[in-house]
């Protein structure tokens, strides 16, 4: 089975701390991805990668950057923390192309405040 | 810009009844993916069921199933015979070229006992 875990499934932070999140997946997928999750936003995506040391911009990038040194590991990085990141963090990967639809498979998620 | 709707933030059914999601999408490509993920309270997402919109038959799985109107841009999911184990939150998602996935606001199910 695929398994995805998140370093932590509850952090809290003060205001302009630097924050990571980190991910990783044993299925040796391409494709890694972070999400936000907010009531009534549903999942909206901020960064991906497809590739070590590639990254694209999702929809809502600002104020995050990401890492990928390693195939199996996708770090988010808030770099200067505010209240309006806190929020739900999901991470996901993916096999390329067409297999198996490009299913993603979740970690369990992080629930940051940010204080 | 490819868009996921689901208009129902909440829904509930009697445990050994039939629930119905909706979700609908708005896109100009002629080849995409659909999919219904499930997030149980406190556990990971996991995909319930997905369909391939050049096939015509709706996909099934187990007591899960899905309405795909192509033409009206609609993706439902059907759930039968319900067990206190559905209840999470669904999301409807959309994938055409690439990798990513575009999801809807999400649905809220109660199995009431």
Known sequence: DVKVTQSSRYL????????????????DHENMFWYRQDPGLGLRLIYFSYDVKMKEKGDIPE???VSREKKERFSLILESASTNQTSMYLCASSPPGQQNYNEQFFGPGTRLTVL | ?????????????????????????????SDYYLFWYKQPPSRQMILVIRQEAYKQQNATENR???????????????ISDSQLGDAAMYFCAYRSGGSRLTFGEGTQLTVNP
Not at chain 2, 64 to 78: E, I, R
């Open chain 1, 12 to 27: 809290v932070k003060r205001t302009g701390e630097k924050v990571f999140l980190e991910c990783v997946q044993d299925m």
């Open chain 2, 1 to 29: 810009a490819q868009t996921v709707t689901q208009s129902q933030p909440e829904m509930s059914v009697q445990e050994a009844e039939t629930v119905t999601l909706s979700c609908t999408y708005d896109t100009s490509e």
């Open chain 1, 63 to 65: 104020g995050y950057s």
């Open chain 2, 64 to 78: 899960f199933s899905v309405n795909f109107q192509k033409a009206a841009k609609s993706f439902s999911l059907k």
